[in-house]
């Protein structure tokens, strides 16, 4: 008892009640937790009157705009030529409004973040690790991005609402686009992107703190003493341009490049920020057990295909092509897959949807919490939709767990099954622990890890 017992108080007693009730009643008879449970009552009460008929209907589904605070984008139409420029336009503006109501839902799922994490408990109690991640979460900075910024450009539509965390400056950019939706997916997909900053993975590596970087740093990032002549930017190699510059706007990223770091380190340009990286996540460990073993043979097709364009690896490899596929993947290792890394964000926005749904809904009636639950989970909903009744793929296979799987993801909280009233399936899913700071075993901090490809994730 001694998870729950903390969980509980960041639920109301009405809630908690109702989980002790049903434990205690024998059989859970509640129907099973399946995408088309949360589309029903979506579409019940919503303009779309079918799955179906989610390619045939308008951008925005809303009936009314007082229905909810925000477009509710049809992503069903993502993908589709005809829609291609109504979906640009979409996303290339949002009013002064839009974007302060983002931000603002951004610090609110950067709370409930803590929160999770925390368990609410008092900050003398903290971990180690829970000190770890609490500050990671906190130096996160939120931004609103345009259209050509990258954090809204994707293979697919470019202007369909999105958010994408940037390691490199440890950034979350919520795309113009996003910022237009209704509140729900705004949380929804902030959880996510804050999933990202704190996964094992991104944990391992330490939060840098720069200072600014100009051309008069040039000398010494250039290791000349100061009787050499003067040097001006335009007379430096294309590299060390690239690098000053990439820099130049940088406040903090996560050390993905350790070289680059001990040089401007050594400029007094750089700090490592110490405890802010750990060796593993205890809280998160059983969870990154379960996505290594569920992902194992996604990840050898992935190595498979990135090294020898194979779509399989073979049981056996020559110890020549072992020796490369053994450099990619230190390089590349399973624990940082991409497919793990957005199970584990989708996991955690889940844990952060539920929580905050409990705390805000549980006054309202049932139908009211379940139509706000599905409008959080709606991009996902309808992605299953397309795939299922078109069969087209709106999701990357190769990088996302496929669509029912992920709408289920977001069941796995069992005080979301609660007041959804629903059982959740047996999936085999991985699942984070309702009170991450019960396990308080200290986490020793890393002193170093591998280089990762600068990049952002969505």
């Not at 139908?367 to 793929?393: K, M, P, W």
Request: neutral net charge; hydrophobic residues 35%; proline residues 5%.
């Amino acid at each position: 008892m001694k998870m729950l017992r903390n969980v509980i108080s960041l639920l109301p007693l009405a809630l908690a009640a109702t989980m002790h009730s049903a434990s205690a009643a024998g059989p859970d008879e509640r129907p099973v937790c399946t995408p088309e449970l949360l589309l029903r009552k979506t579409v019940a009460d919503r303009a779309t009157p079918s799955c179906k008929d989610l390619s045939k209907s308008p951008l925005d589904l809303r009936k009314t705009k007082d229905e909810a605070d925000g477009v509710l984008f049809n992503y069903a139409l993502v993908g589709k030529r005809e829609h291609r420029s109504a979906i640009e336009n979409f996303g290339r503006n949002s009013s002064a409004a839009d974007s302060k109501r983002a931000l603002e839902i951004a610090k609110e799922a950067r709370q409930y973040a803590i929160d999770y994490i925390t368990g609410k408990r008092d900050e003398t109690t903290w971990s180690t690790e829970t000190k770890a991640i609490v500050e990671r979460i906190k130096a996160l900075e939120f931004r609103i991005s345009e259209l050509s910024d990258g954090d809204c450009y994707d293979y697919g539509d470019v202007g369909y609402p999105q958010a994408a965390y940037n390691s490199f400056e440890h950034t979350i950019g919520i795309c113009v686009s996003m910022a237009k939706t209704h509140s729900e997916g705004i949380f929804a997909t902030i959880a996510h992107e804050i999933g990202h900053a704190v996964s094992s993975c991104n944990m391992k590596i330490p939060l840098v703190k720069y200072e600014e970087i100009t051309t008069d740093d040039t000398r010494c990032l250039l290791g000349l003493d100061e009787n050499n002549f003067d040097i001006r930017e335009e007379d430096l190699d294309m590299e060390t341009q690239r690098v000053v510059r990439a820099h130049r706007e940088v406040k903090q990223g996560l050390d993905l490049d350790p070289q680059s770091t001990d040089l401007f380190a050594k400029c007094g340009r750089a700090t490592r920020v110490l405890g802010s990286a750990l060796s593993e996540v205890t809280a998160f460990k059983a969870f990154d057990a379960c996505a290594t073993k569920r992902f194992a043979k996604d990840y050898r097709k992935y190595v498979a295909a990135k090294v020898f364009h194979w779509d399989e690896l073979p049981p056996r490899l020559s110890p020549q092509f072992q020796a490369l596929a053994d450099k990619f993947m230190s390089e590349n290792p399973q624990s940082c897959y991409r497919k793990a890394e957005e199970n584990f964000a989708d996991t955690f926005s889940a844990h952060l949807v539920a929580l905050r749904h409990a705390k805000e809904f549980s006054h309202r009636s049932p139908q009211a919490s379940h139509d706000a639950y599905s409008e959080a989970v709606f991009d996902l909903t309808s992605t299953y939709c397309v795939g299922r009744i078109e069969g087209r793929n709106l999701s990357n296979p190769h990088l996302y767990p496929n669509d029912r799987d992920r709408v289920l993801t977001y069941f796995t909280p069992p005080y979301a099954q609660n007041f959804l009233n629903c059982r959740n399936l047996d999936q085999n899913l991985c699942t984070l622990p309702l009170d991450p700071a019960s396990y308080t075993s200290p986490s020793t901090p890393a002193s170093s890890s591998p280089a990762r490809d600068r990049g952002r994730v969505r």
